[in-house]
């Protein structure tokens, strides 16, 4: 409850400041995936899922948008859905569900009050949890305490375990449609730049599995390599390559974004940059302009 309330407060911050008239509320709503080294194609059909989150936006100008958002998904990869042989044999698998609060700035390049459609794009800073897990069988196995490459392990001095909690960048861009003055629709695609490669819990070498079963038991053993269950026993040498931290991972966002304007109609307003708030220019609640 307490992480809820946080949440919470933070989306809403800006109501505070912001007069109503520049206050936009919004939901979004679409698709999730990751790029690493579980998954080689964009938007990877058995493993693609579904992203839901809130936003509250402020106009600083008519053409520049202050938004903050909460945003859950869950993504993950699998080798058997590999085009790669050797990936598959590997057989190795993920999933991560997702929280992240960001902090973005949208740049539109016509005025919505005047033109019915434009471009925009945004960028920002987010702070995101996750926290890999795979199946054995149908028992749910958090990857991380397991160290399976060795994390945090003795004779692993360079390899660090990670965080749970980090910071990304998000950027991306869309298209806005004005429904009306104060309905917005937009249809954008956001990317997020990651500064850890273990989204997926695979980044670099396979570990002696002597040193994970006695560091870690018999079950770090098991969901380090997982060529076994395909009849593949042997388990690799170490420092045989597992992964790649030649590129980080990122998770990737499209989906529709339903924004309000709260607030009256065409009243004044000095806002944040000065200039009067105007509603609509030509008197009405909807633009004028298709182009």
């Known amino acids: 409850m307490k992480k809820v309330s946080l949440v919470l407060l933070s989306l809403f911050i800006l109501a505070g400041i912001a007069s109503g008239q520049r206050l936009h509320i919004g939901v ?15 938007y990877p059909k058995k493993v693609t899922n579904g992203a839901i989150g809130l936003t509250a936006n402020y106009e600083l100008t008519d053409n520049i948008m202050l938004r903050a958002g909460y945003t859950y998904a869950v993504v993950g990869g699998a080798d058997r859905y590999s085009s790669k042989e050797g990936l598959r044999a590997r057989n190795l698998s993920f999933e ?5 609060f960001s902090l973005l700035g949208e740049y539109y390049l016509l005025n919505l009050y005047d033109h ?22 149908s028992t749910k196995v958090f990857l991380k305490p397991l160290s399976t490459e060795g994390q945090g392990l003795p004779g692993y001095a360079d390899r660090e375990p990670y965080g749970l909690t980090q910071a990304a960048i998000p950027f991306g861009a869309g298209v806005k449609f004005a429904v009306t003055d104060k309905l917005h629709l937009g249809l954008e695609l956001g990317i997020r730049k990651l500064f850890t490669d273990y989204l997926d819990d695979v980044s670099t070498d396979y570990a002696d599995p002597a040193d994970l079963l006695a560091g870690r038991g018999q079950l770090a053993v098991d969901m380090s390599y997982r060529g076994d269950e395909l009849g593949n026993p042997v388990y690799p040498a170490k420092g045989a390559q597992r992964g790649s931290s030649k590129n980080k991972d990122n998770y990737y966002f499209t989906g529709l974004h339903l924004t309000y304007r709260l607030g009256g109609g065409s009243s004044g307003g000095s806002g944040l940059f000065g200039g009067g708030r105007k509603g609509s220019k030509n008197g009405i609640n909807c633009p004028v302009n298709v182009y």
């Open 96 to 100: 991560t569900s997702i929280s992240e």
């Open 116 to 137: 019915r459609i434009s471009p925009y794009v945004f960028a920002g800073l987010a702070i995101y949890h996750f926290n890999p897990y795979a199946y054995d069988s």
């Open 28 to 42: 979004f709503g679409g698709l999730a995936a990751y790029s690493g080294d579980l998954t080689d194609k964009i």
